[in-house]
């Protein structure tokens, strides 16, 4: 088949781009070098939709994240995604502090950031009551948010799905030809053909770049941020996400809720060689346990349920790249995608939309459009239904009678529904992101065993070929008698 549009990567801006042409009569395929949509640094990172501030004045990050912000509350809501306007604070601890939360304010309001405003220790303390003593002032974005990034991901990518577009995984790209006008795209002996090709390879755009011929203009730098996520008791610590003022690594260590209850903290920023190295180090926890004491300090770093860290992509230019090729006809760049790539997601699929229109993509509605995740509507957990909704839930489907996972009250409703999804799960990890059965408390010590006895089952297979995640993650290896 020939396809209009090849999007090389399935992380959160290959998906909304996919998402954002799922409302056009084009056709679409999506290819993904892991196993799963939201493979890399989209399931890693802060889950913050940031405000707008922070970035320069004129920049495209400033104008992505500003429309971005503003754009995800809407299709978070309209697709089932966990999202909460909490609003953030940047605290400032001196004069310096001070006067660099200023000069975030002015950028803020030149990026058209609404309802920034510097507030002082009083209001902070009221709003935070576990903020260090030592805080005098901070800047408030109440047009922040949280979102649960991987969610989100698999929300559009469903949507897009169901609206006609293509996923290939397991579809690491390591060539590129054009002749004719048509780009062949391989993967070993497989090959997909399109006439416009999207680069939203993240971490590894530059190499898609070099093999379509047209090379990045600045280098893209893979930099690790290792986090620790706490246990729900403590949700109280925070009720804003909560920043110290940034450094030239970044926005720094931060506090933050998460949108499905738990307390985020980092990440810090670490230049890796391995664009794939994802380790978490002693020496990396006690840097971001310092600074989460610096913001909290009566934070509980011993309610810390489990660990881990992304790489971000980022660029040597400070800005996003998102450009159509001057070398390769039909071929667009959405390189450069660091924080804040995920709040500026919505816009990034609106304004590749208008690229591909400009370099002429005939863009026309299409009729039938559906705008949920299944032609049957969304998916909604157990957990997140109404008494009413869970009862009607039941007598359709015994299964949501039986609970798998303890700690965040999923049911083998739930689990099923994620096996069969437009994006089915078929390992342990893939069932545990749509559904959040192992997050809790006891990190799949209660569930996993049982959710790998429903993937056998629902699948056909062995139960010792079930996996965790990758290849070589089986759960069993055999039986001992």
């Known amino acids: 088949m020939l396809y209009d549009v090849i999007i090389i990567g399935a992380g959160i801006s290959g998906a909304m781009c996919s998402y954002s042409l799922a409302k056009y009569n084009v056709s679409v395929c999506v290819l993904e070098a892991g196993e799963d949509v939201a493979y890399g640094s989209t ?62 304010k002015r950028r803020g309001d030149i990026n058209g950031v609404k ?33 649960c990034p991987y969610d989100l991901a698999f929300a559009v990518s469903e949507n897009a799905v169901t609206n006609g577009a293509e996923f290939r995984f397991d579809f690491k790209v390591d060539k590129i030809e054009c002749s004719d006008g048509i780009y062949s795209v391989y993967s070993g002996e497989n090959c997909v053909q399109g006439k416009y ?7 590894y755009c530059d190499e898609i770049a070099n093999l379509a011929g047209d090379p990045l203009p600045f280098e893209i730098i893979p930099r690790r941020g290792e986090y620790m996520l706490l246990d729900k008791i403590e949700s109280k610590i925070a009720h804003h996400t909560l920043f110290v ?71 040597s230019s400070g800005d996003f790249y998102i450009q159509a090729s001057e070398k390769c006809k039909n071929f667009v760049h959405v390189a450069g995608i660091e924080s804040p790539g995920l709040a500026s997601s919505p816009a990034i699929g609106e ?10 993509l005939a863009l026309v509605s299409r009729e039938n459009y559906i705008p949920t995740r299944s032609k049957d509507g969304n998916y909604k957990l157990f957990c997140d239904m109404t008494g009413e909704e869970r009862a009607e839930a039941i007598k359709k ?42 997050m809790g408390r006891c990190q799949g010590g209660f569930c996993r065993t049982r959710v790998a006895d429903i993937i056998s089952r629902e699948l056909g297979i062995p139960l010792s070929e079930v996996r965790k995640f990758t290849k070589n993650s089986k759960i069993l290896y055999g039986k001992t008698k």
Request: aromatic share 4%.
């Open 43 to 104: 399931r890693a990172n802060s889950a913050i939709v940031h405000a707008g501030y922070d970035a320069k004045e004129g920049s495209l990050k400033a104008l992505l994240n500003v429309r971005g912000c503003e754009m995800m509350e809407k299709i978070a809501r309209s697709l089932d995604v966990h999202y909460e306007k909490c609003g953030s604070l940047v605290i400032g601890f001196d004069e310096r502090d001070r006067e660099h939360i200023e000069l975030l």
């Open 115 to 147: 309802d920034l405003r510097i507030i002082e220790r009083d209001e902070l303390m009221a709003l935070e009551p576990y903020v260090s003593d030592d805080a005098t002032c901070a800047l408030l974005a109440p047009t922040a948010g949280i979102v």
């Open 197 to 203: 090709v999207l680069n939203c390879a993240g971490l």
């Open 245 to 315: 003022t940034p450094s030239e690594k970044g926005k720094g260590i931060l506090v933050s809720p998460t949108a499905d209850g738990n307390i985020i903290v980092g990440p810090n920023a670490n230049l890796v060689e391995e664009k794939s190295d994802t380790s978490v180090t002693y020496e990396g926890l006690d840097e971001i346990a310092e600074g989460a004491r610096l913001i909290v300090p009566d934070i509980n770093l011993k309610a810390n349920i489990t660990s881990f860290a992304g790489v971000r992509p980022t660029p």
């Open 351 to 360: 304004y590749v939309v208008e690229i591909l229109r400009k370099i002429g």
């Open 397 to 438: 489907n015994p299964a949501f009678a039986k609970m798998i996972c303890r700690c965040e009250n999923i049911t083998e409703g739930d689990i099923l529904g994620a096996i069969h999804r437009p994006i089915p799960a078929h390992t342990v990890d893939m069932v545990k992101r749509r559904t959040r059965s192992g």
